[in-house]
C-alpha cells in the first residue's frame, strides 16, 4: 500500500515537471486572479447582507453576473481563436478589477447588477481562454494532471483568501467601528491582490493560434455534423450548474442565519473546504488513471449526495462542518476531469468552443438558479432549496453517465483507459 502510494506521488511529481513554462506563468496569474475572485465569493453575499439587501436581490446580483458570462463566453471563443492571447488576459485582468472596484464601492441595486454583469463578462474571457490555452502548451501524458492542478490553483487561492479575509473583515472593523467598511476595505485589498496578475500574464510569451484552432465558427452544417456531441456534454454541466446556483452561493449566508456566525469563523470554514477541495482534484487524476474520467465523476458525485443531505437538515454544527467539508471535496473533484474529457473529446479546432460551451451552460443555469435559489431560501428556508439542489444532481449524474458510459474503455491487451470519439459524437 505504502509503495502504491509512493509510486503514485512520484508519477504525479514527474508530471507536475513537465509544465511548460507558459503553463506555470498561467497557473500563477490564476492564483492571483483567483485570491480576488474567491474572496468575492466568500464576502459578497455577507457583504450585501449586511448593506440590508434580501437573498432574493443578492441573488439578482448573482444572477446578472452570470448573465454577463452567458452572453459573452461564446463570441470570447470566436474572438480568442483569432488572436493573440496575452492583450486579451491583461485587458480581462484590468477590466475585472475595475468592475470589483465599483461592486464595492456603490449601494444601488441596478449598478450593483449591472456592474456585476460587466464583471462577469470580463471575468469570462480569462475563464474561457484557459482549456485551449493549456492544451495548446501542453502533451498528453501530463494534460490531465494539469487541468486538475488548474483548478487546485483557484482552490489554493481560496483558502489563502478565506482564511485570511474573513479575519481581515473582523479587525478593520473593530478598528474603523463599522462592519460595512471592514467588509469594503477587504475587498479593495483582494482587488489589489488580483492586479498583480498582470505580472506573471506579461511573461507569457503568446503565439497566434495554429491553423487547427483558427477560425471557430458555429453554422448549421457544424450543428448538423456536431450538434449531438455539443448538446451532450453541455446539458449534464447545465443541470448540476443548475443545481449549485440554488444554493452555493448561499452557503456562506447558511452558516450566517443558521448557526449566527462571524465572518472570521466562516471564512475558516470556507478555508477548510478548500483544502478539502483542493486534496480531492489534486487526486482526481489518480482516481481517472484507475477508474476512467467518466465514472470517476460519477462515483464522486453521488458519494457527495448523502453529505448535502445532512447540510440540508442538521442543526448542530460540527456535523454541519463536516458535511460542507466532505460535500464539497467530492462534488468538486469531478469538475476539471469533465473540462478535460471534453477537450480529449472534441476535435482540436473546436476545442475553444466546447470550453465556451461549457462555460455556456454553467453561467445560464446560474443566471436562473442563483436568482431563483435566493427567492426560494427568503420564502421557504435552507432545507427545501438544498434538496432541489440534490435531486438536479442525481438527475445531471445519470445524464452524464449514460451519455458517455461508452466514451472509454479499457481491456486486458489495453490497461490503461482511452477515449473512444465515435461513441460520443
Given at each position: 500500500?505504502?509503495?502504491?502510494?509512493?509510486?503514485?506521488?512520484?508519477?504525479?511529481?514527474?508530471?507536475?515537471?513537465?509544465?511548460?513554462?507558459?503553463?506555470?506563468?498561467?497557473?500563477?496569474?490564476?492564483?492571483?486572479?483567483?485570491?480576488?475572485?474567491?474572496?468575492?465569493?466568500?464576502?459578497?453575499?455577507?457583504?450585501?447582507?449586511?448593506?440590508?439587501?434580501?437573498?432574493?436581490?443578492?441573488?439578482?446580483?448573482?444572477?446578472?453576473?452570470?448573465?454577463?458570462?452567458?452572453?459573452?463566453?461564446?463570441?470570447?471563443?470566436?474572438?480568442?481563436?483569432?488572436?493573440?492571447?496575452?492583450?486579451?488576459?491583461?485587458?480581462?485582468?484590468?477590466?475585472?478589477?475595475?468592475?470589483?472596484?465599483?461592486?464595492?464601492?456603490?449601494?444601488?441595486?441596478?449598478?450593483?447588477?449591472?456592474?456585476?454583469?460587466?464583471?462577469?463578462?470580463?471575468?469570462?474571457?480569462?475563464?474561457?481562454?484557459?482549456?485551449?490555452?493549456?492544451?495548446?502548451?501542453?502533451?498528453?501524458?501530463?494534460?490531465?494532471?494539469?487541468?486538475?492542478?488548474?483548478?487546485?490553483?483557484?482552490?489554493?487561492?481560496?483558502?489563502?483568501?478565506?482564511?485570511?479575509?474573513?479575519?481581515?473583515?473582523?479587525?478593520?472593523?473593530?478598528?474603523?467601528?463599522?462592519?460595512?467598511?471592514?467588509?469594503?476595505?477587504?475587498?479593495?485589498?483582494?482587488?489589489?491582490?488580483?492586479?498583480?496578475?498582470?505580472?506573471?500574464?506579461?511573461?507569457?510569451?503568446?503565439?497566434?493560434?495554429?491553423?487547427e484552432e483558427d477560425r471557430i465558427s458555429l453554422n448549421m452544417a457544424q450543428l448538423r455534423r456536431?450538434?449531438?456531441?455539443?448538446?451532450?456534454?453541455?446539458?449534464?454541466?447545465?443541470?448540476?450548474?443548475?443545481?449549485?446556483?440554488?444554493?452555493?452561493?448561499?452557503?456562506?449566508?447558511?452558516?450566517?442565519?443558521?448557526?449566527?456566525?462571524?465572518?472570521?469563523?466562516?471564512?475558516?470554514?470556507?478555508?477548510?473546504?478548500?483544502?478539502?477541495?483542493?486534496?480531492?482534484?489534486?487526486?482526481?487524476?489518480?482516481?481517472?488513471?484507475?477508474?476512467?474520467?467518466?465514472?470517476?465523476?460519477?462515483?464522486?458525485?453521488?458519494?457527495?449526495?448523502?453529505?448535502?443531505?445532512?447540510?440540508?437538515?442538521?442543526?448542530?454544527?460540527?456535523?454541519?462542518?463536516?458535511?460542507?467539508?466532505?460535500?464539497?471535496?467530492?462534488?468538486?473533484?469531478?469538475?476539471?476531469?469533465?473540462?478535460?474529457?471534453?477537450?480529449?473529446?472534441?476535435?482540436?479546432?473546436?476545442?475553444?468552443?466546447?470550453?465556451?460551451?461549457?462555460?455556456?451552460?454553467?453561467?445560464?443555469?446560474?443566471?436562473?438558479?442563483?436568482?431563483?435559489?435566493?427567492?426560494?431560501?427568503?420564502?421557504?428556508?435552507?432545507?427545501?432549496?438544498?434538496?432541489?439542489?440534490?435531486?438536479?444532481?442525481?438527475?445531471?449524474?445519470?445524464?452524464?453517465?449514460?451519455?458517455?458510459?461508452?466514451?472509454?474503455?479499457?481491456?486486458?491487451?489495453?490497461?490503461?483507459?482511452?477515449?473512444?470519439?465515435?461513441?460520443?459524437?
Open positions: 500500500m505504502l509503495a502504491s502510494i509512493r509510486r503514485g506521488f512520484s508519477d504525479y511529481v514527474k508530471n507536475v515537471r513537465l509544465f511548460s513554462r507558459n503553463a506555470r506563468l498561467y497557473l500563477f496569474g490564476s492564483f492571483l486572479i483567483g485570491v480576488n475572485f474567491q474572496v468575492f465569493q466568500l464576502l459578497l453575499n455577507l457583504y450585501l447582507k449586511e448593506l440590508g439587501f434580501l437573498e432574493g436581490d443578492i441573488g439578482r446580483v448573482l444572477s446578472s453576473r452570470a448573465i454577463g458570462m452567458t452572453l459573452i463566453a461564446i463570441p470570447a471563443a470566436l474572438i480568442l481563436s483569432r488572436i493573440r492571447l496575452k492583450p486579451i488576459l491583461l485587458g480581462s485582468c484590468v477590466l475585472f478589477a475595475v468592475f470589483s472596484f465599483f461592486i464595492t464601492s456603490y449601494e444601488t441595486l441596478i449598478l450593483l447588477m449591472g456592474f456585476a454583469m460587466l464583471g462577469g463578462m470580463a471575468v469570462t474571457f480569462y475563464q474561457v481562454a484557459a482549456a485551449p490555452f493549456y492544451m495548446r502548451n501542453s502533451t498528453p501524458p501530463e494534460r490531465t494532471h494539469l487541468f486538475s492542478f488548474s483548478f487546485g490553483t483557484m482552490l489554493l487561492a481560496g483558502m489563502i483568501g478565506s482564511v485570511t479575509s474573513g479575519k481581515i473583515v473582523t479587525v478593520l472593523a473593530d478598528v474603523t467601528g463599522d462592519m460595512v467598511l471592514g467588509y469594503r476595505y477587504t475587498l479593495y485589498m483582494a482587488i489589489a491582490v488580483g492586479l498583480l496578475a498582470l505580472i506573471p500574464f506579461m511573461m507569457i510569451r503568446s503565439s497566434r493560434p495554429s491553423p456536431r450538434g449531438k456531441f455539443y448538446f451532450k456534454i453541455s446539458i449534464s454541466n447545465f443541470l448540476v450548474g443548475m443545481g449549485a446556483g440554488l444554493i452555493i452561493p448561499f452557503l456562506n449566508l447558511y452558516f450566517r442565519d443558521r448557526f449566527h456566525l462571524q465572518p472570521d469563523t466562516i471564512g475558516l470554514f470556507y478555508f477548510l473546504v478548500h483544502f478539502s477541495m483542493f486534496s480531492g482534484i489534486l487526486s482526481g487524476p489518480i482516481l481517472a488513471k484507475k477508474l476512467g474520467l467518466v465514472r470517476t465523476v460519477v462515483i464522486t458525485q453521488l458519494a457527495s449526495l448523502p453529505f448535502m443531505l445532512i447540510l440540508s437538515y442538521t442543526y448542530t454544527l460540527p456535523l454541519a462542518v463536516v458535511a460542507f467539508i466532505v460535500r464539497g471535496g467530492l462534488m468538486n473533484l469531478g469538475q476539471p476531469i469533465v473540462t478535460n474529457f471534453g477537450m480529449e473529446v472534441a476535435e482540436k479546432r473546436e476545442q475553444g468552443l466546447v470550453n465556451a460551451l461549457l462555460a455556456v451552460a454553467w453561467t445560464s443555469s446560474w443566471m436562473i438558479s442563483a436568482a431563483v435559489g435566493g427567492k426560494l431560501i427568503e420564502e421557504y428556508g435552507y432545507t427545501f432549496t438544498m434538496n432541489l439542489t440534490i435531486i438536479l444532481y442525481i438527475i445531471s449524474t445519470f445524464t452524464f453517465f449514460f451519455f458517455f458510459r461508452k466514451g472509454e474503455r479499457k481491456t486486458k491487451s489495453l490497461p490503461r483507459w482511452e477515449i473512444v470519439r465515435e461513441n460520443v459524437s
